[in-house]
């Protein structure tokens, strides 16, 4: 039988060398030495879990919501290493999503058993 934690080496290599892993690990290092960076991308997550909550809630936004978002959408446009960094965690994330459901789905997992 093989050994689950020699398979999940295997993956972290093969995870390693994707194009997107090396833009996502490439965009953390410049966030990572740049406060202004990590400020902005700080305060867009607040909006995001506000707009998030907002929506759940009131199953819309507000103007108030909206605007912030718009604010800290040109805020992140004009700074490309924020940009390049969200975008790059997308990517990564559908990767990193697409992986975990195949493995839920390959063992008989369902995750979101009791949330719906």
Same mark, same amino acid.
């Given at each position: 039988m093989d050994n689950v934690y020699d398979k999940a080496h295997e993956l972290a290599? /093969?995870?390693?060398?994707?194009?997107? /892993?090396?833009e996502y690990r490439e965009a953390s290092e410049k966030i990572k030495n740049n406060a202004d960076a990590q400020k902005i991308i700080e305060d867009f997550r607040k909006i995001q879990f506000e707009a998030y909550n907002e929506q759940m809630e009131k199953k819309q936004l507000s103007e108030d919501t909206k605007k912030k978002f718009?604010? @800290?959408?040109n805020i992140i446009s004009m700074n490309q290493d924020v940009a390049q960094f969200l975008t790059a965690e997308q990517k990564f994330s559908i990767i990193w999503q697409d992986i975990i459901k195949i493995l839920t789905d390959? @063992?008989?997992l369902d995750l979101n058993f009791g949330m719906k």
């Open positions: 290599k /093969v995870l390693k060398s994707y194009p997107e /892993v090396s718009e604010n @800290i959408s390959s @063992i008989g």
